[in-house]
Structure formats: C-alpha cells, structure tokens
C-alpha cells in the first residue's frame, strides 16, 4: 500500500489551487486586453476614415493622420469613384478587395503571409471611400509583452507562494511530529496520557482522546497478563510438581507398573517444561534490553560446557560433532546476559540432537569480527519447505511427522533471547540437508 504524505498533500493541493486561480486570472485577462485592444484600435481606424473624409488634407488635420497612421502602422487609401485621391505611403494593395463592399464595415484578411484588420467608410453624397487597414501582428505585439510579464510575475508568485506554504505547513505539522515522538517513546513501562495541552490543534484532540483511552486500557491488559503470569507460576507449577513427587513414590512402590507411570511421568514434565518455557517467554522484553543484567563471559567456554552436558545424547545417537572455531585457543568474551544466552544454545542444541537420526553428523561454527560474533549451527536430515522454514520461531509451531515431543516453544524462546540482545536469527536449509541456524551476536549492547 502506498503511503503519502499529508503535509505534501497540503503544499500540493493549495499549490495547484492557487494556479488554478491564477490561471484563470490570466485567461481573463487576455480575454479583457483582446477585447479592449480590439475596440481601441478599430476606434482609431474609425477616427481616421472620418478625418480623410472629413477634412482638409493640407491642413494640420492631415499631419494628425500621418501621425496616428505611423504610430500604429494603419495603412489607408481615399478614393473619389475609381480616382486615388491619397494614400498612405507603401499602402500594400494594388487592387480593391471586393469583400467589404457595405459602408462602415469591419473585417478581416489575409495579404502578404499574415492577416490583416480593415474597415470600409464611404461618403455617398461626395462620391468618395476610404479603405483604412492594419495588420493584427502590431495590434498584439505590445499585449504579448504584457502577457509575458504577466506569466513572469505569475510563475515568481507561484513560487514565492509555494516556499511560504511549505515553511508554514511544516510549522503547522510540528504538533503533529511532536506527537508522534511521544508515541513512539511509549512502552510497557510508560503508558501515561498524552497531556493535552501541549497539542493546541483542535483536529488532534479527538485523536488524542481515543489514544490515551488505548494506552489505558493497554496498561491495564499488561497488568492483568503480569498478574496472570504470577499467579498461573505460583498455581500451575505447586500442582504439577506434586503430581511429579507423587509419581515418584508410586513408581518406588509399584515397580510392575513402571512402564505405565513412566508415560505419565515423561507427560507431567513435558507440561512442566512448557510451563516453564511460557512463563520465560512473558518474562522477556526485547524492547528493553538496557534493563538486562549482562556480564562478560567466554562464549567459546560456553558451548564446550554445552557440548559435555548433551555427550550422553550425543553417544547415544552416535553423533558425530564438527566444531570449527577459527579462535579455538583464544577466549570469545560478549558482553550479555549469560543464563538467557546459555539457554538459547541450549534449546538450538536439543533440537538439533533430538531432531538427527543416529550416525547423523552436526556441524557448529563460531567466529567474529570487530563488532559481532557469528555463530552457525546445522544438521544432517530430510530438510525442510520453504513455508516451514517461515514459521520457525512462530510459538506452538512444531514440524509434523518428526516422532519427536516438544511444546513448539524452544526457537520461540531463542528468537526472543537474540532480539533482546539486539541480535539477528535466521533459519535456513542446510547444505547437508537439515536445518542450518545462523545467529549474530554483537559483542556489547
């Protein structure tokens, strides 16, 4: 989905707005100057047919034609029946165009590649006509000026306009950055209101409201599930350990039913260690990890002692273990929480054993550079799909079809433990065809 932004949006639509507007003004505006330049003009070729055939050419009135005949290049020719009386000097038609023929006629031309104005006047009573005429290029050169000063003065508004919105806008939109700096401050451990009083657009205050409703009740369900968890460890794990210890003492006393009460002793634990893994998953937060006690320890150290602690499972199955260390005889130090780290190794470890067929192999890898240590754990097996390999580290999510118990909880588990150390854990197809876990560890946080 593609997301825009309001404060553009904003800027754009009262951008195109105001050209719009001024569009418009200008579309007006040549409309009006068209009209009016038109109605001058043809004023002034009116005015002089009158003088020429009103007046006496050797007088002044004959110079105020000459005059107003070079000042806006109007040609004219005055006629006695088919006899030139005068003309103006390089009067460009050498034959009377026969398409005004009625008196005080305006009308348009075309000679010599452009078009041209004119207008007819007769005086009947001394057999006379006069044919006064101007190419329109002069009646508009001067208004095309004007239209490009007036576009000019447009285009320099437009962007004066478009900066003063943009810094205003963005002035506006301040509250509304301010507001989002708050939200992305809140956490499990603040879910106070938003005060009101530091938004003083009215259009916030709605949202606002309905915001701090949901914090509230937010807070309150965090609450509720931090109570759950406590009295589900206190109520869940009393029972279950009883029933354990009474298991216990029923196998000491009867030992002929032993396979039976193993069942359910194998049952009673798998319940026990699904408990116990839920109750580290509500535990952990990885939005914190500032809250996290950390120490330096050996990561190298770790995984050998790891290693000895599954070497029953590992003879058992028949197991053959590739530790490739590129620093073997140099300690590995990471600044993090130990027993949360010792767990996720652990966890990865397990499955990989439980999940290996006997005289399989398991590969393990561990370097570092200058800010993270690497660490690739993979075993022999089948493989695994694309889609389970998506899933992985999704809680309750197991892979069927491998006869093995679990509570689909372990990789939930690391994949948290690694995002609160501001790790990374990817999950993907061996290339010795099981599952190959590949985890980044930055060495302080």
């Keep these: 989905m593609k997301t825009v932004s309001l404060q553009n949006q904003l800027i754009k639509t009262s ?36 003088m020429l055939l009103l007046s006496d050419l050797t007088t002044s009135s004959g110079k105020q034609i000459d005059e107003l005949s070079e000042q806006f ?85 437009w962007s004066l306009q ?18 989002s700096k708050q939200i992305s401050a809140k956490n ?40 759950f968890t406590a009295d589900a460890s206190h109520e869940l794990r009393s029972p279950l350990s009883a029933i354990q210890l009474r298991l216990q003492l029923l196998q000491r006393k009867y030992p002929e039913r032993a396979k039976e009460l193993d069942s359910i ?3 009673v634990s798998r319940g026990i260690q699904t408990l116990e893994n839920l109750l580290l998953l509500a535990r952990l937060d990885p939005e914190h990890p500032e809250h996290l006690p950390k120490t330096y ?70 370097d570092d550079d200058s800010d993270y240590i690497n660490l690739t754990i993979e075993n022999q097996g089948a493989g695994l799909d694309t889609e389970v390999l998506e899933r992985l580290g999704e809680r309750f999510f197991r892979v069927l079809g491998t006869k093995t118990q679990g509570s689909g909880l372990g990789l939930s588990i690391c994949k948290k433990i690694i995002e609160l150390h501001r790790g990374r854990i990817t999950f993907a197809q061996s290339s010795i065809g099981g599952l190959k876990i590949q985890i980044q560890l930055p060495k302080t946080i």
């Design 15 to 50: 951008l195109i707005s105001s050209v719009m507007v001024g569009s418009l003004a200008l579309l007006i505006f040549v409309v009006v100057s068209v009209y009016q330049t038109m109605h001058v003009q043809d004023e002034i070729m009116d005015e002089i047919s009158d």
């Design 73 to 157: 290049d109007i040609q004219y020719r005055l006629k006695n029946s088919q006899l030139v009386l005068t003309q103006s000097e390089g009067f460009p038609l050498d034959q009377e165009p026969h398409i005004f023929p009625n008196d005080h006629q305006y009308g348009f031309f075309w000679q010599n590649h452009q078009l041209w104005r004119s207008y007819v006047a007769k005086d009947h009573q001394a057999n006379m006509n006069v044919l006064v005429i101007q190419p329109l290029e002069e009646r508009f050169e001067e208004l095309l000026h004007s239209f490009a000063a007036y576009i000019l003065i447009l285009l320099m508004v």
């Design 162 to 179: 478009w900066m003063i919105l943009y810094f205003l806008i963005k002035r506006q939109f301040k509250a509304v950055h301010k507001l």
């Design 188 to 227: 499990a451990e603040d879910l106070s209101p938003i005060k009101f009083a530091e938004f003083e657009v009215r259009e916030l205050q709605p949202i606002l409201a309905q915001l701090n409703y949901l914090l509230k009740r937010l807070d309150n369900s965090l609450k509720a599930e931090q109570r």
């Design 265 to 267: 002793q194998l049952d």
């Design 297 to 366: 320890f050996d990561l190298n150290a770790m995984m050998k002692l790891l290693l000895s602690d599954f070497s029953t499972a590992i003879e058992t199955k028949k197991l053959e273990i590739f530790y490739k260390n590129i620093l073997i005889d140099k300690k590995l130090d990471i600044f993090a929480n130990e027993q949360l780290i010792y767990t996720c190794l652990r966890n990865i470890l397990d499955n990989a054993i439980r999940y290996s067929e006997a005289n399989y192999s398991i590969h393990i890898k561990l």
